[in-house]
């Protein structure tokens, strides 16, 4: 059972960036030479449905295929439990892949698989089959290329290849993995942890399929925060959604 919301009406995604940069190798490539598939998982602490559709996702995220992003929406926060790691930012986002999808309604554990489908986040062989389907999509799977230098500078680099529609290139950071002890609300007395959970995103340019090439200075980013793990560029169609290339580097290493 999903925990469905239909308050809210789509809206543009918003952006905003914490973020301090680190030394680090980039992650590893998927094995095909295609850049990984981006999973999304909106989800929230205060949802009894989404525990499931966490752990699984953590499953996705070991996968070198895979991008699993965890985006966790503020909009259950009323009925007991506050989630420590909910945005407006991250409902925004959903509510405007509600607009690019044609869906009817927001709703949690929601996987958006590469920005062209949604699907129940619990439901392992749905998610599996869109992620086949983005896999073999046509004009997607652009790599982007990621490091990370000691200074804490980040560079990122983008080929050419032909685009139907301009791209933002959008900027995520993430930390690794939070254990969570939940007190009140629907999930009360269990303890949750939460996969590549989404703290900021920024837009750090636009991509109209000419080679890109970028270096991020972190002194020049605002909001920094020096606990951020690792980041994501993701390159997203302004007009309809689909995120047509992603790469991904890390910032720090495991914690012992």
Known sequence: MTCPNSRFRALAPAVLLGLTLFAASPARAADD???PVVVELFTSQGCSSCPAADAFLGELAARDDIIALSEHVDYWNYI???DPFASEVNTKRQKAYMRWLGAGYVYTPQMVIDGASHVVGSDRDAVNRAI?????AVGSGLK????????GRIHLSIPAALVTEPA?????AFDRAHQTEISAGEN?????TNHRVVRAISEVGRYEGKAVSITLDPDNLPETRPDTEGCAVLLQSEG????????MVWLKPPKS
């Open 168 to 172: 933002a290139i959008l900027l995520v």
């Open 132 to 136: 086949e389907v983005a896999r073999n």
């Open 80 to 82: 007991g439990w506050v």
């Open 240 to 247: 309809s959604g689909a995120i047509i290339g992603a790469g």
């Open 144 to 151: 982007v290329s990621m490091t990370a230098e000691a200074n």
């Open 33 to 35: 030479g295609r850049a």
């Open 188 to 192: 009360d007395g269990r303890s949750i």
